[in-house]
């Protein structure tokens, strides 16, 4: 055994050159069994084998892979680490990952757009196979002429872009793009809510106009509302964050003011999440006097009291399908996945009043 191998777990830990020694070859040759892609004599790989055992000695396949040796890295950028559909997305990354052999790395951005080129550049530098973008892209023209920069740059170093959940570059571009019908998602939503009779709802949680998320999902909702004849009141288009704390805070300043809606539309489901709270604490009733509704269909959905009716993104499947293509490039480069409604109970019909006034026609409702 090595020195210190049967003392404590803080005994250092072989090393190639250990391993080199103990097999009477140089590092280069135990580098080159390990990596099992050089030509070496089967008497030499079996002594260099036998001294791994030996030794117990562990190959730090990270490192290796950062070094571009070994297996591929896959990079996987994303704004939130604790965000539900982020996180669901990444098991998709990972799975895929792992079944085609390689390793994956996260990395968070926290929406800066600064940030999200320092992480492209550093995961270029480390020759990660490919670099994956998940979440809404950016408009700004600068950002985006340096994304296409990185892309280029990626493809000539061997490595791939890949947008997923957000649009193509422009053409010409070698980047692999994942998308999902954003804004046809929306549409229907809003669709299904216009069908009930709704005719002041509530769009809560639109962030910055350059978002590409945030953009898509209101023109969903717009684009329903033309469809469907009805004139749309640009003040309850209401501006803010994918977040719990907004749709709670945003609903309570509706209440407060006294805003004429009969449903609301949250752009995600934590945001509506916020929505049923601040609702439930005001008692108002969903849906009997409100209806709710979101957005991702994460597991809290299914779990929030009424189970709330959503939108359903494919989100491991899209974390999938960014690995798959990316290492081949002969498949088409370019998919778009699809989007559909889930019906729970977060919705009702909107009943219009009645003889008796408003009064009785949410009697009726909560029927």
């Known amino acids: 055994m090595r020195p210190g191998a049967g003392d404590s ?18 590092p280069a040759t135990v580098s080159r069994v390990l990596a099992g892609d050089y030509p070496v004599s089967a008497a030499t790989r079996a002594r260099v084998q036998r001294a791994v055992r030996d030794l117990d000695y562990v190959a730090n396949a990270q490192a290796r892979a950062l070094k571009g040796a070994g297996p591929g890295m896959i990079a996987f950028v994303m704004e939130d680490v604790t965000g539900p559909s982020f996180a669901y997305v990444a098991k998709g990354v990972e799975q895929q990952a792992t079944a085609e052999g390689r390793l994956c790395l996260i990395c968070v951005t926290d929406g800066d757009p600064a940030r999200e080129l320092t992480v ?25 002429q340096r994304m296409i920069h990185f892309a280029h740059a990626l493809d000539k170093a061997g490595s791939r872009l890949v947008l997923c959940g957000r649009p193509p570059l422009g053409d010409g571009v070698p980047a692999t793009v994942v998308e999902y019908d954003n804004e046809g998602g929306a549409y229907a939503m809003t669709s299904h809510l216009l069908s009930q009779g709704h005719r002041r ?23 329903a509302h033309e469809a469907f004849g009805v004139p749309l009141d640009p003040t309850l288009i209401v501006p803010g964050e994918f977040s719990q704390a ?32 601040a609702l439930r604490e005001a008692g108002v009733r969903v849906p009997q006097d409100v209806s709710v509704v979101g957005y ?21 499947e899209l974390g999938r399908t960014a690995v798959r293509l990316a290492l081949r490039p002969t498949e088409p480069q370019h998919v778009v996945l699809g989007t559909h409604i889930v019906v729970r109970e977060s919705v009702a019909p909107l009943v219009a009043p009645g003889p008796l006034g408003p009064v009785a026609a949410a009697d009726q409702r909560g029927r």
């Open 9 to 26: 777990d803080m005994s250092p830990r072989a090393t190639v050159k250990d391993v080199a020694a103990r097999a009477g070859v140089s």
């Open 296 to 316: 991702d269909d994460i597991p809290l959905s299914v779990n929030v009291t009424p189970a709330l009716t959503t939108v359903r993104i494919p989100t491991e």
């Open 120 to 144: 492209v550049e550093a995961m270029r530098e480390q020759r990660a196979e490919a670099v994956i973008l998940v979440g809404g892209g950016f408009l700004d023209e600068e950002h985006r």
């Open 201 to 223: 709802i509530v769009y809560l949680g639109n962030v910055q106009p350059n978002h590409t998320t945030s953009l898509d999902r209101v023109k969903g909702f717009t684009r």
């Open 246 to 277: 907004f749709g709670q805070a945003a609903t309570r300043r509706l209440l407060g003011l006294g805003v004429d809606f009969t449903a609301i539309f949250a752009a995600t489901d934590m945001v509506a999440a916020g929505v049923l709270r």
